[in-house]
């Protein structure tokens, strides 16, 4: 459980700055200096940024939102995966800017606070659980105080508490057990027909971000900065686990994730299948009631920029999964077991090489 325990604990330090065009004091305030923890969600740090600038704010009605470089940046993606992202080589503290007027509705879709927050988290967890376990009942039916339970625990970082209620959704893991025995064939040399039948299976939820660069870059401070959310594929696609003879690894999970880099040299220019990310959230943020939603949703591919593509001759220069940049001989069920966010969704954040 060292993992997860990491994974909660994880911070962003963070400098935020009031827009210049918002400030109506002189001198301008000293930018705001926040620990974001990397499993939360920008909107919810309103109670701490709101007070400290609200002496310099010009009279109006407050609609909070973040922007990196003049990115508006999208409330319903986790901290710590936009700082991934964002910020190929970490920039720390991470220098962002904080508005409250002017909101970008042609960019971002509505945020009313932590009430949105939340109900697009609970969707996330639906659809997670609906991949999961073939249907999302258990989320469904959660009384409301181990719904509230569940919620205040993300938001307070309290992972004994989420551990607790989230048990109850009794939503399959992965077997701790096969990364085991991946160990094992490595350090003894298994013999491949020695090895008992296993039936089980596991299907991991996982939204895939993926960055196209056409320059190669030897440093990640040369990775161009993100101007437009146009430049950034979204994948959601689960990744199924069959327990076999062999070792499942995260190599294994990108072929499914991202066939096209794994295709014949002599396929070129192959459009990568995904989902524009606003749509995706757009529909989640939508009540789910049933599991014939969750099941539309989770089975849904769309359009995605035609600026993003892949072809077979693309090179993965980066992955993160929360800060970490793991090999790709790691055992999936690893990275599935103790890197989830807790929306039960596998946050992979993804820089391909692709060629001019």
């Given amino acids: 459980m060292e993992a997860p325990k990491y994974v909660w604990e994880g911070a962003i330090p963070l400098q935020i700055h009031l827009h210049e065009s918002q400030v109506t004091t002189l001198p301008p305030p000293p930018p705001a200096l926040i620990l974001a923890p990397r499993i939360g969600y920008l909107p919810l740090l309103a109670p701490l940024i709101k007070p400290y600038f609200s002496s310099t704010l010009p009279p109006g009605v407050d609609t909070i939102w973040f922007d990196y470089n003049g990115l508006p940046l999208r409330w319903y993606i986790p901290t710590g995966v936009l700082f991934d992202l964002l910020c190929p080589e970490p920039e720390r503290p991470w220098n962002i800017t904080v508005h409250f007027r002017g909101y970008p509705g042609n960019v971002l879709i509505p945020c009313e606070g932590e009430d949105s927050v939340k109900w697009s988290f609970i969707n996330s967890l639906k659809e997670a659980a609906y991949i999961m376990n073939g249907n999302c009942k258990n989320v469904m039916n959660m009384s409301q105080s ?52 296993q039936a089980k299976t596991g299907r991991v939820p996982v939204r895939l971000y993926v ?49 096209e880099l794994f295709l014949d ?55 993160r999964i929360q800060g970490i940049e793991p090999k790709l001989e790691i055992p999936f069920s690893w990275v599935a077991n103790n890197l989830l966010n807790p929306d039960y969704f596998l946050h992979v954040c993804v820089c391909v090489k692709v060629a001019q």
């Avoid at 719904?147 to 109850?168: I, T």
């Avoid at 437009?228 to 594929?233: A, L, N």
């Avoid at 396929?267 to 049933?290: I, P, Y």
């Fill in 146 to 197: 181990d719904q509230l339970e569940l919620w205040h625990s993300v938001m307070n970082g309290n992972l004994e508490a989420y551990q607790r209620v989230s048990s109850k959704l009794k939503l399959a893991t992965v077997d701790d057990e096969y990364a085991s025995l991946c160990l094992q064939k490595s350090q003894q040399s298994v013999i491949e027909t020695d090895l008992p039948a």
């Fill in 211 to 259: 960055l196209s660069v056409s320059k190669d870059f030897d440093d990640l401070d040369e990775i161009p900065r993100v101007d437009s959310w146009e430049k950034i594929s979204y994948i959601n696609r689960p990744v199924e686990i069959r327990k076999e003879d062999k070792c499942f690894t995260l190599h294994d999970a990108l072929k499914i994730l991202l066939p």
């Fill in 265 to 319: 040299e002599s396929l070129m220019n192959v459009k990568l299948g995904g989902v524009d990310l606003e749509d995706a959230v757009r529909n989640s943020n939508e009540d789910v009631t049933s599991d014939k939603v969750v099941e539309d949703q989770g089975q849904n591919v769309c359009k995605q920029p035609e600026a993003c593509r892949i072809s077979s001759s693309a090179k993965i220069k980066l992955i």
